[in-house]
T-cell receptor
Framework: EPEVTQTPSHQVTQMGQEVILRCVPISNHLYFYWYRQILGQKVEFLVSFYNNEISEKSEIFDDQFSVERPDGSNFTLKIRSTKLEDSAMYFC??????????FGNGTRLTVT | AQSVTQPDIHITVSEGASLELRCNYSYGATPYLFWYVQSPGQGLQLLLKYFSGDTLVQGIKGFEAEFKRSQSSFNLRKPSVHWSDAAEYFCAVGGTTDSWGKLQFGAGTQVVVTP
C-alpha cells in the first residue's frame, strides 16, 4: 500500500536556525497537509495545500512557517527561525478527492 | 466552535476482553468523524470513518464505531483485544471548510493491554 514518507525521522537544531522538514505524499494525491503534536498535547492542524497554493492555515502558521511543493513529488515545511516552542512531532499528510488523510510517521523536531 | 472530547486518557484492558473508547463531539452540522491509531514510533493510521449512511461503521483490525447523533458520540469498540492493539487512539472531526482533511483531534486515549 502506498505510504506518505517523511525525512528525517528526528531533527535536532539550535534556536534561531532554519529547518526544512521533507515529505513525499502518496503519488496520486492532490491535497497536502502539515500537522504537529507538541509532547503531551493534541495533534493540531497547521496548513493545507492544494493546486500549488495554501488553502487554509491555522493561527499557529505564522510568518516563520512556509510550505512548498518544489517538484512533482516533494512537499516541504520550512521554519525560518526556530524557537524552543517549535519542538514537536510534525506530521505530513495527503489525500485524494473525497477521501481521508494518510499520515506519515512524523519528524520529531527538537530545538535546543 | 467544533470540539472533540475523549474522556478517558488511559485505559487498561486484558487481552481477549472487549474495549470501548469514548468520543464526544460538538459540531453544528452532520460531522465527518474519524478514528486514528498511533503505535509507538509510527504515524497516524486510519481505523474507520463516518460521514453519512449506516451509523455503525466497520473498520480495520476488527474495530467498529457507532455514530449516535442524539448523544453526539462516536465510540470505538472491539469485541476482543489483542496485545498488538496497545497504542494511542485518536478521535477526530472534519472541519466545515475541508471535512476530509482539516481535522480537529481529541486528546487521545492510551490503551494498555495486559496478558
Amino acid at each position: 500500500e502506498p505510504e506518505v514518507t517523511q525525512t528525517p525521522s528526528h531533527q535536532v537544531t539550535q534556536m534561531g536556525q532554519e529547518v526544512i522538514l521533507r515529505c513525499v505524499p502518496i503519488s496520486n494525491h492532490l491535497y497536502f497537509y502539515w500537522y504537529r503534536q507538541i509532547l503531551g498535547q493534541k495533534v493540531e492542524f497547521l496548513v493545507s495545500f492544494y493546486n500549488n497554493e495554501i488553502s487554509e492555515k491555522s493561527e499557529i502558521f505564522d510568518d516563520q512557517f512556509s510550505v512548498e511543493r518544489p517538484d512533482g513529488s516533494n512537499f516541504t515545511l520550512k521554519i525560518r527561525s526556530t524557537k524552543l516552542e517549535d519542538s514537536a512531532m510534525y506530521f505530513c499528510a495527503s489525500r485524494g478527492a473525497r477521501s481521508p488523510l494518510h499520515f506519515g510517521n512524523g519528524t520529531r523536531l527538537t530545538v535546543t | 466552535a467544533q470540539s472533540v472530547t475523549q474522556p478517558d486518557i488511559h485505559i487498561t484492558v486484558s487481552e481477549g476482553a472487549s474495549l470501548e473508547l469514548r468520543c464526544n463531539y460538538s459540531y453544528g452540522a452532520t460531522p465527518y468523524l474519524f478514528w486514528y491509531v498511533q503505535s509507538p514510533g509510527q504515524g497516524l493510521q486510519l481505523l474507520l470513518k463516518y460521514f453519512s449512511g449506516d451509523t455503525l461503521v466497520q473498520g480495520i483490525k476488527g474495530f467498529e464505531a457507532e455514530f449516535k447523533r442524539s448523544q453526539s458520540s462516536f465510540n470505538l469498540r472491539k469485541p476482543s483485544v489483542h496485545w498488538s492493539d496497545a497504542a494511542e487512539y485518536f478521535c477526530a472531526v472534519g472541519g466545515t471548510t475541508d471535512s476530509w482533511g482539516k481535522l480537529q483531534f481529541g486528546a487521545g486515549t492510551q490503551v494498555v493491554v495486559t496478558p
